[in-house]
């Protein structure tokens, strides 16, 4: 996915403190930018369908909290 749209994407990367998984992407973030500056953050951390996509495209495991695709 990488920039959706021509939308600069951050991935939020989480290791469980207590050792029980591996590091997966547990949030995604789309800003949308306009005259040099962010202009709206979208947050996907509910969104397991745009979690799971995003990993998929990436080939990088993410974690969805429970939510169902």
Do not use: Q
Not at 27 to 37: E, I, P
């Amino acid at each position: 996915m990488g920039e959706p749209e021509g939308d600069p994407l951050v991935l939020k990367w989480v290791t469980p403190a207590d050792g029980s998984g591996p590091e997966a992407v547990e949030d995604v973030l789309r800003a949308k930018t306009a005259n040099g500056g962010i202009a709206r953050l979208r947050w996907y951390y509910f969104c397991p369908d745009v979690l799971t996509e995003v990993g998929d495209r990436l080939d990088v495991p993410v974690r969805t909290h429970g939510h169902i695709v």
